[in-house]
């Protein structure tokens, strides 16, 4: 299993400011590695507004379960989240191990259990010994402080070789509010879900409700546009939080409110940002790649050709082996079932035209098309020539490492 | 690129007996491979029946186009495939190609152009030189012989790594007729479509509407139940011959007529016979892997669900690691979208049950389930807990090797 950093991952991580009104502490618990972190504690000051999307998984996590019934009451006063076991598929052992990781840590932060969130990351199937908080909450909730942001990072990572953070300012009438967020995620990535994890805190006073506006209308260009491997996780998870600290700000309710405008776009870019560390940090990927489909009957069929191109086996592969094989993104415009008309299909390798009026392009150069294939950041573009929808999909090339990786896994 | 023959390959071949009204020739026209034959030709002394069945791909290759329009007439007389290029996404000069081929190939075997029948297989968006053929399918013609099936299945294939072929025997009305058939495919295999290619021949006397219907019933449990890689390819093509030489059996034109009875178990036999071959020759694949659901809501539930298992890369490359991973079996139950309670949900490696109620089963053993994944051959079954639905589904592992022989392949 390799551990090397992806060549994708950021040259360097952003300074993340300290959010007012939370603190951070990361912890060693042993739930599963050795000689690393594998818990993380946020803990609000008082109660903050609190959004939140999870996976439409049929066989959800325990956390998963937890989260859902705690969101309705839109406050939030600590999150843990510990990898290396996801409590999922864990049965009556995961709901208790749950409750019991919810009562320990409302102790740590002297809360109602009501405002507890949990995550979980990791094997699936093995129950999780919550025992192991016990103490360990307690002494985070006495440390925390508010500028561990990249140590949180750290913590919550599985086969991620790299901890992904971002932060966005913005105004809300006129008063300077900031962004922080963090995200997991390598592998178990696909599209129609909210992530594997991702956390992100603001110091604006803004509602619950108006958050998970917010947060919902963000998630179809971000999170759900990316796509490693297409296997839906049983445990994403996007949570946000808002603690109301920035000074003078008016709490605002509604999430149309045009005041929310600037937030709106440092939000959704924030969410982007990090759904795009996620793809870059594919497991064992070499290549971000960029499906870029217009000129579809509708954007929704669009969206099913773009995900038939980024999922497909033979797709990345081609990428990775740094081969301009448009007759497979041919292959898969001609799978995904969408109204597709051969002879005005068009296909780019980024700049490069390779196929036109359904045949190579009379133009076409392998060279070219090989130079860009040597990126390590690719767009293909489909034009299917029939309408005016459109979507985007970020993926990244399919490798041995890929394989290595998760034949590796468990053991 | 691995030229390995796969270790899931038949220990050897069954000996092909001849089908009395036809006769196969072979040739190397240099379409694109050196040093080994890349076009197969069969020819039938009198009008054949033919029926068939073409990939569901909205970009189809221009062999499938010419295909499915000759089909409505329903006698063959000549049929010839190439291997090395699929003639797919080619335009206009891709119809011109199959154009000069079908004149050829008519001129060779004396036959109306509206007789021939074709199919291509290799890469996608190269134009096919069809001018190739030009002398060589008239000499073939000369030269065919009822007893090449081996040679012919050699004769097409691509990426496979071993030719496959089978033969049953049948009987109509109380007289034996001989059932034959070859297939090629390896990579871009995926189901709900016919398979990459396959050609079936019998001596039976059957009209090509009952042919038709019996090829139809066949397709669900076998080529439409196998998948690779989950990628439908352009080409897809089975075809069905009937010469009705078989000495004293009337022509049967019901596809209903009980006297077919022992014939389509015969012909459904062969049909999964050569799919599971397609299978075990998986490209990079080092495990056969029988994924059966049971209990789902309804056979068309427990059809997607038992897809979504087979075509996950994490499951596919857990087998690879001869990981007992089943987290990963209840992820794919998960994401398929489907109805499924997560505490009904049980889950065996062969005959180990390993999860039962929505978690580990209790008498779960890490050393059995692990020597279950260390066989060649594997079956996943997850029962879902709810109805009476159900599916299976066959697929293979996720090597290493599949992403070298597809990083490799255009090159």
């Known amino acids: 299993m390799t551990t ?26 042993g739930i599963k590695y050795k000689g690393r972190t594998d818990v ?28 859902r019934a705690n969101l309705a009451g839109g406050k939030a006063r600590v999150l843990v989240v510990n990898s290396g076991n996801a409590n999922a598929f864990t049965g009556k052992k995961g709901a208790e191990a749950t409750a019991l990781t919810a009562r320990t840590a409302a102790e740590a932060a002297d809360c109602a259990e009501s405002d507890v969130f949990l995550a979980s ?20 909730a006495g440390e925390a402080k508010p500028d561990l942001w ?22 809300i009438d006129g008063v300077s509010v900031t962004l922080n967020g963090i995200a997991k995620g390598a592998g178990m990535i696909a599209p129609d879900m909210a992530t594997m994890l991702s956390f992100i805190a603001t110091d604006a006073a803004i509602s619950a409700e108006a958050l998970q ?3 919902s209308e963000g998630v179809g260009a971000s999170f759900n546009a990316v796509t490693v491997d297409s296997d839906t996780s049983t ?8 603690t109301g ?28 940002d990090l759904a795009l560390q996620i793809v870059r940090d594919g497991e064992g990927a070499r290549k971000m790649v960029t499906v870029r489909v217009t000129g579809a009957e509708s954007n929704r069929a669009a969206d099913v050709i773009a995900r038939s191109i980024a999922n497909s086996p033979l797709v990345k592969t081609a990428v990775a082996g740094e081969d301009a094989n448009w007759g497979r993104v041919v292959m898969a415009v001609g799978k995904a079932g969408e109204k597709a008309d051969r002879d005005r299909l068009a296909i780019w390798f980024g700049d490069i035209r390779v196929a ?9 150069s392998e060279e070219f098309a090989s130079a860009v294939m040597r990126e390590d950041e690719i767009t293909i573009r489909a034009d299917i020539g029939l309408g005016e929808g459109q979507a985007t999909i970020y993926t990244c090339d399919l490798t041995k490492e890929y394989v290595a990786i998760n034949g590796d896994y468990r053991s």
């Open 150 to 171: 990249l140590e949180a990072a750290k913590a919550i990572m599985t086969t991620d070789t790299y901890p992904k953070v971002a932060t966005r300012g913005a105004e």
């Open 40 to 67: 993380m504690m946020m803990i609000f000051d008082d109660q903050a507004s609190v959004a939140g999307l999870f996976t439409k998984s049929k066989c959800p996590s325990a956390p998963v379960d937890f989260c």
């Open 356 to 364: 036109v009026n359904g045949e190579r392009d009379p133009d076409y």
């Open 235 to 242: 445990s994403d998870t996007v949570l946000a939080f808002a």
């Open 121 to 140: 990351t990791g094997v699936i199937g093995e129950p999780l010994d919550a025992s192991k908080f016990a103490g360990v909450l307690s002494t985070m």
């Open 245 to 272: 600290r920035a000074p003078g700000q008016d709490m605002v309710t509604d999430g149309s409110d045009p005041r929310l405008d600037d937030f709106r776009a440092a939000l959704h870019a924030l969410m982007q």
């Open 213 to 215: 506006q917010l947060l």
């Open 4 to 29: 090397a950093i992806s060549p994708l991952a950021p040259k360097s991580y952003p300074p993340m400011p300290p959010i007012d009104g939370l603190r951070i502490a990361t912890a060693a618990a």
